[in-house]
């Protein structure tokens, strides 16, 4: 199975029925298999700070939800994880991708990769790594952690996880 | 009118059904005159009402109205094509355009110029924009709740806010008794 069917068959299992996704040339296959998938709406959004009002209200309505994203959109979502999911106690996975790691090219990634695990930090996100292939085997214990805790929790996937890209 | 008073006449139709208000003065407003566990207050960040709302209706089968503002609107901008793109027929957005921030006091919003957010919905596919004077709001919100279709009311009413107090109910309570309430609805 590949990194990218284990993830969506992991979210399914975990009875994720809607993910919202921004796109990240890293996130891109996982992001075709959500939306191929039969057991997964699939939202993509126009900012992350929507889609984690989307996971919020599915959440609210009876139905668990996921963001799929980049981590420079973090900047972007500082006041939402804060004063919605944190503030109402809501579990959110986020799969994101941590670019500006090993093996980028694009300077301007690096930017937000050095101050990507210091904001997960100061949130207090629970924050896992994943950096070589088999970290994937974790992603069904994360998930039942986020929903047994109801926190956001954030999952990043580096260049050295998805093989390049 | 001012958006007190389309909320005031608006009670005796939503008071049962599921409504996620918009942040600041609106959901102060909607507590002061009807507090009900249908309601889940947005304590904080300004502009998901509508996103929030969305994700509540396609996730289950009762009608959800989000109570959103103008400059709420204009700060998520993005909303509009995702609504269109995902309906949900259950889902009614009212968007109360006073053409103003009003929480922070009155500064204009451009929906008070030149834009129009009825013509913004429309452009961005949403198929069912109605725009109307806030005193024709209960009639096209009776109308929406027997339509069985998704709908976007743009209810343009004056600039204006009466003095309530902030709420001071947790978040987790509000959040909870809305769930709860939304479940057992579903059967």
Known sequence: ?165 | MIRSDVLKELIPVISDQFIVCNIGLPSQELHLLDDQPTNFYMLGTMGLASSIGLGVALAQKEKVIAIDGDGSVLTNFGTLPTIANNVADNFILLIIDNGSYGSTGDQPTYAGKKTSLAAVARACGCENVVECRAEDTVEVMKEALAGDKMTIIVCKCESGNIPVPVITKDPVVIRDRFMTTLAARNG
Not at chain 1, 65 to 86: C, E
Not at chain 1, 137 to 143: A, G, R, S, V, W
């Open chain 1, 1 to 165: 199975m590949s990194v990218n069917d284990k993830i969506v068959s992991d979210l399914v299992a975990n009875q994720i029925e809607l993910v919202t996704t921004v796109p990240c040339k890293q996130l891109a296959g996982v992001i075709d298999i959500v939306e191929a998938s039969k057991d997964i709406y699939h939202i993509p959004a126009n900012k992350e700070d929507e889609g984690i009002g989307i996971c919020a209200g599915a959440f609210m309505g009876g139905k668990r939800s996921a963001i799929i994203m980049q981590n420079t959109a973090l900047g972007v979502v500082v006041n939402t994880l804060v004063t919605l999911t944190q503030f109402y106690r809501m579990p959110l996975p986020m799969l994101i991708s941590y670019r500006g790691e090993l093996g980028e090219p694009v300077a301007c990634q690096v930017e937000m990769a050095v101050h990507t695990k210091a904001l997960l930090n100061q949130l207090q996100i629970p924050t896992y790594h994943f950096h070589r292939e088999e970290d994937v085997e974790e992603l069904d214990k994360i998930l039942k952690y986020t929903f047994m805790c109801n926190k956001p929790v954030a999952i990043l996937t580096d260049a050295s996880f998805w093989k390049g890209y």
